[in-house]
C-alpha cells in the first residue's frame, strides 16, 4: 500500500489549490477503505480535515467545511483535495493517508503521529503556501 501526494504551492489568500494523492497496491473502493488528508502546522501534530470512504461518504473539519472539497476518480485510483478561498492559516504541510481500521468520522479531528496505529499508510508531505 502506498500514496502519492502533490499539488502544493504558494498562492494569494482567496486563492485555489488542488491536491492529489494516487494509491496504489489496493483500491479506493475497497471495503472499508478510507483516504483523509492531514494537515500539519510547524511543531504540531497532524491533524485530520477531510476524509472519503470507500463508499463515497465524506467528512469535513468545520475548519475547512464550505471551503475544501474532497472527491475521487476511481479509474485512476486518486483522491483530489479542492482548496478554494485559502486563508493564511490554511498555510501547512498537507498528507494524505489511508486506514481500514477507522472510519471517516474518526479520521476527521484525529490528532496522528507519523506513526500511528490507525494509519496504514502516509503519503509524503506537500507544502501549501498562503500569503496574505
Known amino acids: 500500500v502506498q500514496l502519492q501526494a502533490s499539488g502544493g504551492g504558494l498562492v494569494q489568500a482567496g486563492g485555489s489549490l488542488r491536491l492529489s494523492c494516487t494509491a496504489s497496491?489496493?483500491?479506493?473502493?475497497?471495503?472499508?477503505?478510507?483516504i483523509g488528508w492531514f494537515r500539519q502546522y510547524p511543531g504540531k501534530g497532524r491533524e485530520g480535515i477531510s476524509c472519503?470512504?470507500?463508499?463515497?461518504?465524506?467528512n469535513y473539519a468545520d475548519s475547512v467545511k464550505g471551503r475544501f472539497t474532497i472527491s475521487r476518480t476511481n479509474a485512476e485510483n486518486t483522491v483530489y483535495l479542492q482548496m478554494n478561498s485559502l486563508k493564511p492559516e490554511d498555510t501547512a504541510t498537507y498528507y494524505c493517508a489511508t486506514t481500514n481500521v477507522i472510519s471517516c468520522a474518526v479520521v476527521v479531528g484525529l490528532r496522528a503521529s507519523a506513526d500511528s496505529e490507525y494509519v496504514e499508510a502516509w503519503g509524503q508531505g506537500t507544502l501549501v503556501t498562503v500569503s496574505s
Open positions: 472519503i470512504s470507500f463508499d463515497g461518504n465524506t
Open positions: 497496491g489496493f483500491r479506493l473502493t475497497s471495503a472499508y477503505y478510507v
